[in-house]
């Protein structure tokens, strides 16, 4: 903080008088920054280090600022906040210091600004072509790092060439939808233009001469028509460009700009028509598509639709798929069990015993994590017993091949009755399970969280203050 404020202030400020009598050197005479650490005689040095080093300031009994005067804050919560306060502004004028250092040794000057930074090897090229607000220079993989003027030429040359072929390119893929020339494309072959399909079906298309006359045509430019002359974009077309210097960097950067998207264009363009086979195909067309088996399952569900990000679905198996679903419908169908069952002994209990043997009633078991140590032998084993009973006779066998469908009713119970019917309506079926699911997928969550929660307090409802044992305490 006070090396921050010893920047700041002699930009408003000097002492007067001389900091070095003997040598006759003025407190003005010392520039701000850097550039003052040279300026200082050694033995000002030594009374820097000397004050710095001196016991007094190691002693936090003293008042405002740690001075060794003043009245010292007694109120234990007033110096405790007065302290964090001090070490929040402590941390910021390290970062501060750190950034006045680099600007400083960057410019050459203590309040340097970027136009400072002479040498910086980008310099060179913040006024060239192409460099363009809001983005202004902008070299992410620092290919102009060496600074080298003539390189950089040739690369925002080539851009301009590439940007031009993605903007005939763009135009070729969208015309053809729209209008082809008349007539033939090959008369020996019979070939008319019509004939030829739009996008990339078109290169199967293309007879061997057609080839050769579009690379002759390339070639034709390259060598006579975009002949680089060591300025970039320009190739005396002054009719189409500008003879003002001004006016003709405004047309190349709108240009470059044009071009940049075009490439950005046809490259989607591309990865579109590859995948769906038609230069204007949409995901319909897709059909190969090892996702689109699932876009229409159970738990596929608005506003994110089908979600993969690890990739487990890319196989396209339906049958790996379906078991997945199956078994995510049935951790969620224990995590709302579970959730309830966090809940609910907070509020109520059953009466009783839970084991008369041992004496143990409802009342006596904790909620949470701690229950775990009180149930009895006989009562784990009862829980294993019913969850194998309900996975192998009601959990047992798929209906129609859908996830989560057993052919039961209401909650899933196989009883008499109404409740054995299931649920006959397809899409009421499928509306019910993908809001189990969503419920389910929720509960997951929730469940897990108890769980760190009362891992880490020690209660099932436990706070932040019952965390005694946190390191950050």
């Given at each position: 903080?006070?090396?921050?404020?010893?920047y700041?202030?002699?930009e408003y400020?000097?002492?007067?008088?001389?900091?070095?009598?003997s040598?006759?050197l003025?407190?003005?005479?010392?520039?701000n920054?850097?550039?003052?650490?040279?300026?200082?005689?050694l033995?000002?040095?030594?009374?820097i280090?000397?004050?710095?080093?001196?016991e007094?300031l190691?002693?936090?009994?003293?008042?405002a600022?740690?001075?060794?005067?003043?009245k010292?804050?007694?109120?234990p919560?007033?110096k405790k906040?007065s302290?964090?306060?001090?070490?929040?502004?402590?941390?910021?004028?390290?970062m501060?210091?750190i950034?006045?250092f680099?600007?400083?040794?960057?410019?050459?000057?203590?309040?340097?600004?970027w136009?400072?930074?002479?040498?910086?090897?980008?310099?060179a090229?913040?006024?060239e072509?192409?460099?363009?607000?809001?983005?202004?220079?902008?070299?992410?993989?620092?290919?102009?790092?060496?600074?080298?003027?003539?390189?950089?030429?040739r690369r925002?040359?080539?851009?301009i060439k590439?940007?031009?072929?993605a903007?005939?390119a763009?135009m070729?893929?969208?015309?053809?939808?729209?209008?082809?020339?008349?007539g033939?494309?090959?008369p020996s072959?019979?070939l008319?233009?019509?004939d030829?399909?739009?996008g990339?079906?078109?290169?199967?298309?293309?007879?061997?001469?057609?080839?050769?006359q579009?690379?002759?045509f390339?070639?034709?430019y390259e060598?006579?028509?975009?002949?680089y002359?060591?300025?970039p974009g320009?190739?005396?077309?002054k009719a189409?460009?500008?003879?003002d210097?001004?006016?003709?960097?405004?047309?190349?950067s709108?240009?470059l700009?044009n071009?940049r998207?075009?490439?950005m264009?046809i490259?989607g363009?591309?990865?579109?028509?590859g995948l769906t086979g038609s230069a204007?195909?949409?995901?319909?067309?897709?059909t190969?598509s090892?996702?689109?088996?699932?876009?229409?399952?159970?738990?596929?569900?608005p506003p994110?639709g089908f979600w993969?990000?690890?990739?487990?679905?890319t196989?396209?198996n339906?049958?790996?798929?379906k078991?997945?679903r199956?078994?995510?419908?049935?951790?969620?169908?224990?995590a709302?069990f579970?959730t309830?069952g966090y809940?609910l002994?907070e509020?109520?209990?059953?009466?009783?015993?839970?084991?008369?043997f041992?004496?143990?009633?409802?009342a006596?078991v904790?909620?949470g994590?701690s229950?775990?140590?009180?149930?009895?032998a006989?009562?784990?084993?009862?829980?294993v017993?019913?969850?194998?009973i309900?996975?192998l006779n009601?959990?047992?066998e798929?209906?129609?091949?859908?996830?989560g469908?057993?052919g039961?009713?209401?909650l899933g119970?196989r009883?008499?009755?109404v409740?054995?019917?299931?649920?006959?309506?397809?899409e009421v079926?499928?509306k019910?399970?993908?809001?189990?699911?969503?419920?389910g997928r929720?509960?997951?969550?929730?469940?897990?969280g108890?769980?760190?929660?009362d891992g880490?307090t020690?209660?099932?409802?436990?706070?932040?203050?019952?965390?005694?044992d946190?390191p950050?305490?």
């Amino acid at each position: 903080m006070l090396a921050c404020i010893g920047y700041i202030v002699p930009e408003y400020y000097r002492f007067p008088g001389l900091c070095s009598p003997s040598q006759g050197l003025a407190f003005t005479d010392i520039p701000n920054g850097l550039k003052g650490a040279a300026a200082v005689p050694l033995a000002g040095w030594l009374q820097i280090v000397t004050f710095a080093q001196d016991e007094i300031l190691g002693d936090y009994g003293y008042g405002a600022f740690g001075l060794p005067f003043g009245k010292k804050i007694d109120d234990p919560e007033k110096k405790k906040k007065s302290l964090t306060a001090e070490l929040n502004n402590g941390r910021l004028a390290m970062m501060a210091i750190i950034g006045m250092f680099y600007q400083d040794g960057l410019t050459g000057s203590a309040w340097g600004d970027w136009a400072n930074y002479a040498d910086s090897p980008l310099r060179a090229f913040e006024e060239e072509l192409g460099v363009q607000a809001p983005v202004g220079f902008w070299d992410p993989v620092g290919y102009t790092r060496d600074g080298n003027m003539e390189t950089f030429k040739r690369r925002r040359e080539t851009e301009i060439k590439h940007g031009r072929v993605a903007m005939y390119a763009t135009m070729g893929y969208i015309v053809p939808e729209y209008f082809k020339w008349p007539g033939y494309l090959s008369p020996s072959l019979g070939l008319k233009f019509d004939d030829v399909p739009n996008g990339l079906a078109a290169i199967a298309k293309v007879p061997g001469n057609g080839w050769a006359q579009i690379v002759a045509f390339a070639g034709y430019y390259e060598l006579f028509v975009y002949k680089y002359n060591g300025t970039p974009g320009d190739y005396g077309w002054k009719a189409i460009s500008s003879a003002d210097a001004e006016t003709k960097k405004r047309k190349l950067s709108a240009e470059l700009a044009n071009g940049r998207l075009a490439m950005m264009a046809i490259i989607g363009m591309f990865f579109q028509d590859g995948l769906t086979g038609s230069a204007w195909g949409d995901w319909a067309n897709y059909t190969d598509s090892p996702l689109r088996a699932f876009e229409n399952e159970t738990g596929v569900q608005p506003p994110v639709g089908f979600w993969d990000p690890l990739g487990l679905s890319t196989s396209g198996n339906q049958s790996d798929y379906k078991r997945r679903r199956e078994v995510e419908l049935k951790h969620g169908r224990v995590a709302m069990f579970a959730t309830i069952g966090y809940i609910l002994p907070e509020y109520w209990r059953f009466p009783g015993y839970l084991s008369k043997f041992l004496d143990i009633k409802f009342a006596d078991v904790p909620n949470g994590l701690s229950a775990f140590s009180k149930v009895p032998a006989l009562g784990w084993l009862q829980i294993v017993g019913f969850a194998g009973i309900v996975e192998l006779n009601v959990y047992n066998e798929e209906v129609n091949g859908e996830p989560g469908n057993y052919g039961s009713g209401f909650l899933g119970l196989r009883s008499v009755g109404v409740m054995n019917s299931g649920i006959a309506d397809p899409e009421v079926r499928k509306k019910k399970l993908n809001a189990e699911l969503a419920n389910g997928r929720l509960a997951m969550m929730a469940i897990i969280g108890m769980f760190f929660q009362d891992g880490l307090t020690g209660s099932a409802w436990g706070d932040w203050a019952n965390y005694t044992d946190s390191p950050l305490r």
